[in-house]
């Protein structure tokens, strides 16, 4: 029996193990660069979780109507946000669960073949947190292995499902060889991550909730959740998060689902989005893996 297990309050905790505890994963070293490529002032990282079906899957869940709501993510969704990426040339990063990439093979390879890179999301979006460590290692091991096996391209990056990131994740995405991850909130710019205090040579892109469609749009009727914020009002959000990482001189990160945004009242959140950056000079355009690796060759010194 672990000696702290006699604690049961988090008041009652020793130092030593609320220390252990917050000392597990930590963003280490700033990676802001000096500059961004061609002199560009501003990087922007837009990207997509293509949760599709997996959403009530990884419950249990067998609702035919939430399974239809997934469907429209990679039926109707995806085809409007590829058009509008091809529309203005613009690159994005999609995360993929495996079991939705097996679902729709030609949805994955689409996304390769436009250009786009693909990145890990777990096996059927599960919550790692919940997972034995051998579990949640053989689920993202044989994600990779899928996704490498559907597109041709084996992910050099993730994004944990729902942001769950477990006390395992971090060093097996050190030994799968994965270049970043997208799943934490330490900072608005890129940073390095600490395991255990000491630095991991991965590359947290970090996400946040404002910076989220869901948080704003998604409804559960099971759950009286209601969208409360229109369109209008995302979109204005997401305009002024992306304002104040152009004053900056830093990332602009973006999290969008197919299922969310790609109907044809919220469509044209992205499009004004990708307009309003492409209308001020020095903005770059990239996927998660480019940010994140031009960011750790070329962060300034500390």
Known sequence: M???DSYSQPWQWPEAHWRKLVDQVRAGRALRPNGWPAGARCAVALSFDCDHETSELREGGKSIGRLSWGQYGSRAGMPRILDVLRK???PASFFVPAVTALLHPEEARSIVGDGH???L????????SVLPHEAERDLLLRSADTLETITGQRPVGM???????????LS??????LRYDSSLMADVDCYELLEAGVPSGLVELPVEWIRDDGAYLIMNRFEAVRPYTSPADVYDIFRREFDAAYAEGGVFQLTMHPHVTGYRSRIWILEEIIRHAQSLPGVWFATHRDVAEWALEHAQPT
């Open 2 to 4: 672990n000696p702290d």
């Open 88 to 90: 203005y040339a613009v």
């Open 117 to 119: 890179e693909i990145g």
């Open 121 to 128: 999301h777990g096996w059927i979006h599960e919550l790692n």
């Open 159 to 169: 994004r944990t499902p729902s942001w769950d990131f477990s006390p395992h994740t």
């Open 172 to 177: 097996i995405a050190r030994e799968m060889g």
